[in-house]
T-cell receptor, first 114, second 117 residues
């Protein structure tokens, strides 16, 4: 079945460091890919998305490129801030016959120290 | 819009008791999802509805769990009887394909933290 694998962490960085969180997926066809972020005590929020191969999603300085050849959607940010401390989830969606199911990775906890 | 509203935010109950979690989706959204989040299993989809009709309940763990959506603005997730292993954070999310286009952003509520003693 469809699945998402992401580095489990936790990841601890200093402010202004470069961030990469790896995400790979297994799915037939052409899923849409997402990164969601969960801040402490809150629900998940969409961070960015890409709907087809070679698309780049970006938001708040974060970027991820849909790589079909490597089935990857790695999240990157050039300079992290303390406020980026959160749990990050990679996810895919395949809409077949009206299905709207999101398949999530296990999440990666990021802590950014000042 | 107020976003997805869930109540209660915290629930502590004793094993064997009935628990009802409530969700109000964003107005105009036609999809509603119930998720469970635990450290061990991560984020799991329990069930989702489209236009108030259950579409996929394959994630509902067992018969003790039931979900209803009597109208477009309200859904409940009920656990009867509750067990300690049901302790988790339960999230409700909603979305609208008509508004989002090709790929659907799901908007999550703040969650209900359930503790079963």
């Amino acid at each position: 079945g469809d699945s998402v694998t992401q580095m489990e962490g936790p990841v601890t960085l200093s402010e202004e460091a470069f961030l990469t969180i790896n995400c790979t997926y297994t799915a037939t066809g052409y899923p849409s890919l997402f990164w969601y972020v969960q801040y402490p005590g809150e629900g998940l929020q969409l961070l960015l998305k890409a709907t087809k191969a070679d698309d780049k999603g970006s938001n708040k300085g974060f970027e991820a490129t849909y790589r079909k050849e490597t089935t990857s959607f790695h999240l990157e940010k050039g300079s992290v801030q303390v406020s980026d401390s959160a749990v990050y989830f990679c996810a895919l969606m395949k809409s077949r016959g009206g299905s709207e199911k999101l398949v999530f990775g296990k999440g990666t906890k990021l802590t950014v120290n000042p | 819009d107020a976003g997805v509203i869930q109540s209660p935010r915290h629930e502590v109950t004793e094993m064997g008791q009935e628990v009802t979690l409530r969700c109000k989706p964003i107005s105009g959204h036609d999809y509603l999802f119930w998720y469970r989040q635990t450290m061990m299993r991560g984020l799991e989809l329990l069930i989702y509805f489209n236009n108030n009709v259950p579409i996929d309940d394959s994630g509902m763990p067992e018969d003790r769990f039931s979900a209803k959506m009597p109208n477009a603005s309200f859904s409940t997730l009920k656990i009867q009887p509750s067990e300690p292993r049901d302790s988790a954070v339960y999230f409700c999310a909603s979305s609208s394909r008509l508004l989002a286009g090709v790929s659907n952003e799901q908007f999550f509520g703040p969650g209900t933290r359930l503790t079963v003693l």
